[in-house]
């Protein structure tokens, strides 16, 4: 076995750091590895390419600012744009550096690079996700589930010596989408009137795309939010229903009992049926398991901090919103 270290750079979102922790670094250990984080000493540190690379060249750190001069603090503050983890892994790459890499050699460092490049980016994630939540006023850092990007190559490198083995650039994807998504005649009709009545989307709706962005592992990548979020879209846009259905004539019946029961699956089983006659639970039994489920696991992570193991990880919380709001959408006749 050789002793072997992968390499890696993260983009960081201009987090404001002061200047003393510049160069700044600390070590994990993952899986039995050493890991460690860098931040940059000097504006270049980390920002070198090699030739071809496509990626944007940018500087490691640059002065924050505009800065306010306040009492009693100086206005000396690094904007961190680049920084570094590197993972100690045991490689079979023989010692000293073959002059061809065969296919079988790059199998060999191919894998060494996937161990590396897996914690590296766990690290980096996590490392981000603790700067923003020590520093919440830094409102441009994004979610804290945004994923670490990565700037420049991934290099496996001789740990002794720090010559370069291989490397690979960032990893390259296309994500394919049904053209079902896109606005058609009539739905651009619509939303030119009510943009020429200067009428606002409703909040229900809007939590709902809200709930999409939340979910989609290309955007936010936010399963916990979107939850929370679609359960909220949800009980909206249930008790806008129950208001509009009932009529002037039910209507002080339907603020007493939505004072009552607020709970989501409450809501569309014993409320709708005592306004309307009928319910999710007896016209759409699957729909309305998936609904509880919604509603438990919102409450697990409001209430508890984490997510309900009994919760299937095939359920999608947009779906499950998008769904009942179709469902809503059909006609429901009111008891006379």
Not at 23 to 28: H, K, L, P, T
Not at 86 to 110: A, F, G
Not at 296 to 318: E, F, K, T
Request: with cysteine.
């Amino acid at each position: 076995m050789t002793d072997g270290l992968v390499r890696m750079r993260f983009i960081a979102p201009e987090a404001w750091i002061e200047l003393e922790l510049l160069g700044a670094s600390f070590e994990a250990r993952r899986e039995g590895r050493r890991v460690r984080v860098v931040l940059p000493d000097h504006p270049e540190a980390f920002s070198a390419l090699p030739d071809g690379l496509e990626d944007e060249w940018r500087p490691s750190f640059l002065p924050a600012g505009p800065v306010f001069d306040e009492p009693g603090r100086d206005t000396r503050t690094a904007s961190l744009l680049i920084f570094e983890v590197t993972v100690e892994v045991d490689s079979e790459v023989p010692t000293p550096k073959p002059e061809h890499l065969t296919p079988d050699l790059r199998r060999v460092v191919e894998r060494d690079l996937d161990v590396g490049v897996v914690i590296a980016t766990q690290v980096a994630g996590l490392f981000l996700r603790h700067l923003r939540a020590a520093a919440p006023q830094q409102s441009w850092l994004g979610l804290a589930t945004h994923a670490p990007e990565q700037y420049g190559i991934a290099c496996l490198e001789y740990l002794d010596t720090g010559e370069f083995i291989f490397g690979r650039g960032r990893p390259q994807s296309t994500t394919v989408r049904s053209s079902q998504l896109r606005l058609d005649v009539g739905s651009l009709s619509e939303v030119a009137k009510k943009v020429i009545a200067d009428e606002e989307p409703g909040v229900a709706e809007s939590l709902l795309a809200d709930t999409w962005h939340l979910s989609d592992a290309s955007g936010a990548n936010d399963r916990d939010r979107a939850w929370i979020v679609a359960a909220v879209a949800c009980e909206v846009r249930v008790k806008r229903e129950l208001r509009e259905r009932a009529g002037n004539d039910r209507g002080g019946m339907v603020e007493l009992l939505l004072r009552r029961r607020s709970n989501l699956p409450d809501l569309l089983d014993e409320v709708w049926s005592a306004v309307l006659g009928t319910s999710l639970r007896v016209e759409a039994p699957e729909l309305f398991a998936n609904v509880r489920s919604l509603s438990r696991q919102r409450n697990r992570i409001v209430h508890a901090g984490m997510r309900d193991p009994m919760v299937p990880l095939s359920l999608d919380p947009a779906q499950i919103a998008r769904d009942l709001f179709e469902w809503l959408d059909e006609p429901v006749a009111v008891e006379a």
